[in-house]
T-cell receptor, first 114, second 113 residues
Framework: AQSVTQLDSHVSVSEGTPVLLRCNYS??????LFWYVQHPNKGLQLLLK??????LVKGINGFEAEFKKSETSFHLTKPSAHMSDAAEYFC????????????FGSGTRLQVQP | EAGVAQSPRYKIIEKRQSVAFWCNPI?????LYWYQQILGQGPKLLIQ????????DSQLPKDRFSAERLKGVDSTLKIQPAKLEDSAVYLC???????????FGPGTRLTVT
C-alpha cells in the first residue's frame, strides 16, 4: 500500500518570497508522484509529475519538486510566490501499474500575503 | 480538446433520498475514476473503470453506492439511500490507457440535509 503525508496543513508566505510545501511518501514499490493544485470552486489541476526519470521535476507556473528516495520526500518549491498561487495543494502517489488510482495527501492550504 | 464533463454541478437532497451523478470523460480515455472529496480532506478513490470493466471498487460502499460505465464511455454514480456523511464533492477523472496522468472534471457538490 502507498500513502503520502503532507507535513503542513497551512502555509503562509509574503508575495515575492519562496514557497516550500513538504510531502513525505510511503510505498512498497517505485512510486510515481504528483502535485495537484485546487483553486476555490475549480477543478484539480496537475502541477507536475515524477515518473522515475529526472529527480528534479519542473512544473507549470514556476513550481519545482525534487524526488529524494533516501528521505522519501517530494517537496514542492517556488522561488517567488505570487498572489495567484493561493490555493490548496495536494501531494499524490499513484498506484502500481494497472491500478493507477491516486492516493492523495490531506492537502496544504497556501496563503500569500501582499 | 474538451475536458472531463460532470453534471449536475450542485445537488441538495434529504437523507434517505437517492441521487445520480454523470461523467463524460475526455474522448478516447479508456480509464475513468470516481473520487469522493469530503470538506477539508484530499480526494479518495471510490471506483476505477477500464473501458466498461471495474478495476478497483474496494473503497466503494456497495450497500448504498453503485456505478456503471456500460458502453465504456460515460459513467454514472448513484447513491441510494443517501446519508448525511455522503455530503462531499464527487470528482470524476479520466486517463489514457497506460498513462499516469489523470484529468479531473469540475466535480459535483452534494449536500445531504
Amino acid at each position: 500500500a502507498q500513502s503520502v503525508t503532507q507535513l503542513d496543513s497551512h502555509v503562509s508566505v509574503s508575495e515575492g518570497t519562496p514557497v516550500l510545501l513538504r510531502c513525505n511518501y510511503s510505498s512498497s514499490y517505485s512510486p510515481s508522484l504528483f502535485w495537484y493544485v485546487q483553486h476555490p470552486n475549480k477543478g484539480l489541476q496537475l502541477l507536475l509529475k515524477y515518473t522515475s526519470a529526472a529527480t528534479l521535476v519542473k512544473g507549470i507556473n514556476g513550481f519545482e519538486a525534487e524526488f529524494k528516495k533516501s528521505e522519501t520526500s517530494f517537496h514542492l518549491t517556488k522561488p517567488s510566490a505570487h498572489m495567484s498561487d493561493a490555493a490548496e495543494y495536494f501531494c499524490v502517489v499513484s498506484g502500481k501499474s494497472g491500478r493507477r488510482a491516486l492516493t492523495f495527501g490531506s492537502g496544504t492550504r497556501l496563503q500569500v500575503q501582499p | 480538446e474538451a475536458g472531463v464533463a460532470q453534471s449536475p454541478r450542485y445537488k441538495i437532497i434529504e437523507k434517505r433520498q437517492s441521487v445520480a451523478f454523470w461523467c463524460n470523460p475526455i474522448s478516447g480515455h479508456a480509464t475513468l475514476y470516481w473520487y469522493q472529496q469530503i470538506l477539508g480532506q484530499g480526494p479518495k478513490l471510490l471506483i476505477q473503470f477500464q473501458n466498461n470493466g471495474v478495476v478497483d471498487d474496494s473503497q466503494l460502499p456497495k450497500d448504498r453506492f453503485s456505478a456503471e460505465r456500460l458502453k465504456g464511455v460515460d459513467s454514472t454514480l448513484k447513491i441510494q439511500p443517501a446519508k448525511l456523511e455522503d455530503s462531499a464533492v464527487y470528482l470524476c477523472a479520466s486517463s489514457g490507457l497506460g498513462s499516469y496522468e489523470q484529468y479531473f472534471g469540475p466535480g459535483t457538490r452534494l449536500t445531504v440535509t
